[in-house]
C-alpha cells in the first residue's frame, strides 16, 4: 500500500532554516509527481510546491519562492523541502503528496513546523 | 490565481439525511488536454486529507457511493445521500488545472 511518511518538523526561530522529508513506499516513486502543502494551526489548506516525477520541473507558491526549495532523490524514493528564511506565517503542518495527474490521491500523516522566537 | 469559493463553510446535518457543498471557481477549470481537474478531499478532525472525488464526478479508490460529485466550467456540487457519523470533518474542492494549485476555504460538516 502507499505510504508518505513525513520528517524533519519542529521549532525554529524565524531567519532561520530547515530541511523537511518524505519517505514514500508502496508505488515507483521515479513515476510520480509529489507535492508539499501546508495547513497553518486551525486554517485551511495551501498548496506550496510541486516537482515533476524526473525533478526537471518545479513550481511554487508565490510566498515561498526563493526561500523553498523542493527536490527529491529518486533513489532514496525521498522528497525534500528545503525551507530557508522562515517567517512566523510558514508555522504549520506541512504534508507531501503524492501526484496522479493532477490529482492529490495518497497524503502523508504531516510534520509540524513551528517558527517562533 | 484561481479562487474557489465554497458555500456553506458550515452545515449541520441529521444523520441519515442529505447533505451538498458547493464550490465555484473564479475561472473555467476546463485544461487545455480537455479534462477538468476539479478534486474534493475530506478531512476528519485529526487527520490528514483524504481523496474522495477526482476529475468532477469520480470516486477514489473505497470512498462510499453515497458520495457524488457534479458539475462543469466553474461551478461544482459535493452531495452525499445519506450522511453517516464518520462523514464528519472538513470537506475542500481544490482545482490542480493551473498553478497554483488552489483550495476552497473548506465546508465543516456536522451533526445536529
Known amino acids: 500500500q502507499v505510504q508518505l511518511v513525513e520528517s524533519g518538523g519542529g521549532v525554529v526561530q524565524p531567519g532561520r532554516s530547515l530541511r523537511l522529508s518524505c519517505v514514500a513506499s508502496g508505488f515507483t516513486f521515479s513515476n510520480y509527481g509529489l507535492h508539499w502543502v501546508r495547513q497553518a494551526p486551525g486554517k485551511g489548506l495551501e498548496w506550496v510546491a510541486v516537482?515533476?516525477?524526473?525533478?526537471?520541473?518545479?513550481y511554487y507558491t508565490d510566498s515561498v519562492k526563493g526561500r523553498f526549495t523542493i527536490s527529491r532523490d529518486n533513489s532514496k524514493n525521498t522528497l525534500y523541502l528545503q525551507m530557508n528564511t522562515l517567517r512566523s506565517e510558514d508555522t504549520a503542518v506541512y504534508y507531501c503528496?503524492?501526484?496522479?495527474?493532477?490529482?492529490?490521491?495518497?497524503w502523508g500523516q504531516g510534520t509540524l513546523v513551528t517558527v517562533s522566537s | 490565481d484561481i479562487v474557489m469559493t465554497q458555500t456553506p463553510l458550515s452545515s449541520p446535518v441529521t444523520l441519515g439525511q442529505p447533505a451538498s457543498i458547493s464550490c465555484r471557481s473564479s475561472?473555467?477549470?476546463?485544461?487545455?488536454?480537455?479534462?477538468?481537474?476539479l478534486n474534493w478531499l475530506q478531512q476528519r478532525p485529526g487527520q490528514p486529507p483524504r481523496l474522495l472525488i477526482y476529475k468532477i464526478s469520480n470516486r477514489f479508490s473505497g470512498v462510499p457511493d453515497r458520495f457524488s460529485g457534479s458539475g462543469a466550467g466553474t461551478d461544482f456540487t459535493l452531495k452525499i445521500s445519506r450522511v453517516e457519523a464518520e462523514d464528519v470533518g472538513v470537506y475542500y474542492c481544490m482545482q490542480a488545472t493551473q498553478y497554483p494549485h488552489t483550495f476552497g476555504q473548506g465546508t465543516k460538516l456536522e451533526i445536529k
Open positions: 475561472q473555467s477549470l476546463v485544461h487545455g488536454d480537455g479534462s477538468t481537474y
Open positions: 516537482i515533476s516525477y524526473d525533478g526537471n520541473h518545479k
Open positions: 503528496a503524492k501526484d496522479g495527474n493532477r490529482v492529490f490521491d495518497y
